[in-house]
């Protein structure tokens, strides 16, 4: 298969019937972390929280030949957040990103970032960062 043949969508209610699947996917995904004994929050999260964090933000699945391979979620600054950095204005956050295992290694992930810089360009934001602040506080 060609990377081209990636389609990224944004997450909405069609999706709904996906949220399980996807919960599954981020337990896979991290499942090495996890087994190290990082506890992120996508190594334990339920199918309840992984819908929290997709409308959190502006959220997107990823699909190869209509099969869920991978997501990513941008977030804009959040007042509550116990990181700093993620209260700042103007400077947004992604997170609960993933690659289903079997399709690692393929650019899904790399695509998935390129689509999410090229997002925040179009939203002016000044800057956009990644820290798995709950690996920090846990």
């Known amino acids: 298969m060609n990377i081209t043949e990636l389609q990224i969508k944004r997450f909405q209610k069609k999706y709904l019937r996906l949220v399980p699947e996807l919960t599954q996917l981020l337990h896979d995904a991290y499942k090495t972390l996890a087994d190290k004994g990082f506890r992120y929050t996508a190594t334990y999260q339920s199918p309840e929280k992984t819908l929290e964090r997709l409308n959190r933000g502006e959220s997107y699945l ?3 030949d ?3 391979v991978g997501t ?9 957040s116990p990181c700093d950095y993620y209260r700042k204005e ?24 390129q689509f999410v810089e090229m ?11 990644w820290i ?3 690996v920090l506080w846990n």
């Not at 997002?119 to 960062?129: D, E, N, Q």
Request: net charge positive.
């Open 72 to 80: 990513i979620s941008l977030y804009a600054p959040q007042s509550d």
């Open 132 to 134: 798995p602040p709950r």
């Open 90 to 113: 103007g400077i947004y956050h992604f997170g609960q990103y993933a690659v289903k295992p079997i399709f690692q290694g393929r650019g899904i992930g790399n695509a998935l970032l």
């Open 119 to 129: 997002k925040t360009k179009t939203l002016g934001v000044k800057s956009y960062l």
């Open 66 to 68: 209509e099969q869920l």
């Open 62 to 64: 990823a699909f190869w």
